[in-house]
């Protein structure tokens, strides 16, 4: 739903958007009881006021340590949720676009989001978080190629985590 600029400031009020993180933890079960999956999501609000990077990474190495205690090993992916804006839209308008995170994604590459295979270790994840950090938004514009949306601002890191 797009959100025209006169109401977007109360929605990113919201808590959705202002808490410090979020977190979601969903087990599937595949193949007549045969495979069980985990998937844990951590989503760190960037327009928290206490948002910090060395925060943000501490406490994501902290919960994935304890949400996957037994795990060697974990699949990771990184996503955002991201405040679009029309760029032919005058005045402008705004599309909140939500990660779509509680699920394995295909690693073919079709969807854009890359699946990383990670060592349960802190330095492990301590550079997987660091990534989620460094990326451009031209980067993520591809994901909207033939659409007339730029991408605003990144209001949030979104951590997927399941069982390898």
């Known amino acids: ?59 994501m190495m902290r919960k994935v340590m304890n949400n996957f205690p037994k795990e060697e090993s974990l699949v990771g992916s990184i996503q955002y949720d991201m405040l679009l804006a029309s760029s032919k839209a005058e005045p402008p308008s705004y599309y909140l676009w939500r990660a779509n995170s509680n699920q394995r994604m295909s690693s073919s590459g ?28 031209s980067e993520l514009q591809v994901q909207f190629p033939s659409s007339d949306v730029v991408i605003a601002e990144i209001l949030t890191i979104v951590f997927t985590f399941s069982s390898a």
């Not at 797009?2 to 919201?14: N, T």
């Not at 854009?112 to 295979?117: A, Q, T």
């Open 1 to 59: 739903m797009w959100i025209p600029a006169e109401q977007l400031d109360p929605v990113l009020k919201h808590h959705w958007f202002t808490t410090k993180f979020t977190e979601s933890n969903v087990n599937y079960t595949l193949y007549n009881n045969r495979n069980q999956v985990k998937v844990y999501t951590l989503r760190f609000n960037l327009r928290n006021p206490d948002f910090s990077e060395e925060n943000m990474l501490d406490e």
């Open 110 to 137: 079709g969807d854009g989001i890359e699946e990383i295979l990670l060592r349960k270790e802190y330095h492990e994840l301590y550079l997987f978080g660091q990534r989620a950090t460094k990326t451009n938004m």
